[in-house]
């Protein structure tokens, strides 16, 4: 064989048709209440790879319907289950409308928290914006870069964002590179290792018998 546990798989692929089922009624019996669709995707995660997680705040309606009603639907739908929300991973598609014309994208749930920061003022400073989706100042100039290169804002002063006046046409969809969903396998490795030496170094501090010390 293959060395690939196929009773895994089918669990997997058993969670994206429950998920769908799952989601769909929760839609029928949860007010919808914005004016774009949402689609869900709820896993087990006993049977999945790990999966990344960052603590970030999206569309904080958005966050404040999932974390309250549609977590309450879920859990009378499914009475011993909870849901702990990845909300850095996904995508979201969007239509920027400007007075000539209208960009699309696709892009991560902050990245499109971050744009719709200008649609109150067409200004906007990095540390607001850092303070609003919870990543460090660094990480959010990385994040506005992408829409600065696609000609959606330009930095005026030290970090200092406007949107411009006039876009280009992007020529179709653009879609932004998205880190993996999945935890990278060196990190799961090195965490698996520091693991097993903790684990082994407790064992010979507690025999007394300290005769090699082993390196991983």
């Not at 774009?36 to 960052?54: A, K, M, Q």
């Not at 309606?61 to 879920?74: F, N, T, V």
């Not at 959606?152 to 020529?171: A, I």
């Not at 590179?177 to 501090?205: C, H, P, W």
Request: hydrophobic share 40%; with cysteine; net charge negative.
């Amino acid at each position: 064989g293959f060395g690939v546990d196929l009773s895994q798989c089918q669990i997997m692929l058993q969670d994206v048709v429950d998920s769908k089922r799952n989601h769909s009624n929760i839609m029928n019996n949860v007010k919808q209440q914005f004016h774009f669709d949402i689609s869900t995707l709820i896993i087990s995660h006993v049977f999945w790879p790990n999966l990344r997680n960052e603590e970030v705040t999206i569309y904080k309606p958005l966050q404040d319907y999932l974390a309250g009603e549609y977590q309450a639907a879920y859990s009378e739908l499914k009475r011993s289950r909870t849901l702990e929300w990845k909300l850095n991973l996904g995508f979201v598609e969007l239509d920027l409308e400007f007075e000539e014309r209208t960009l699309s994208f696709t892009v991560s749930p902050v990245q499109a928290t971050i744009i719709l920061c200008f649609e109150e003022s067409e200004k906007c400073h990095a540390d607001t914006i850092s303070n609003t989706v919870g990543l460090s100042l660094s990480q959010t100039r990385k994040k506005l870069a992408f829409w600065v290169t696609n000609g959606v804002l330009k930095e005026t002063s030290k970090d200092m964002f406007e949107l411009e006046k006039e876009v280009k046409e992007s020529g179709g969809m653009v879609v932004e590179e998205m880190d993996s969903a999945m935890v990278k396998i060196e990190q799961v490795r090195e965490e698996e290792l520091e693991g097993y030496t903790n684990f082994v170094m407790g064992l010979i501090n507690q025999s007394g018998q300290v005769r090699q010390i082993l390196h991983f």
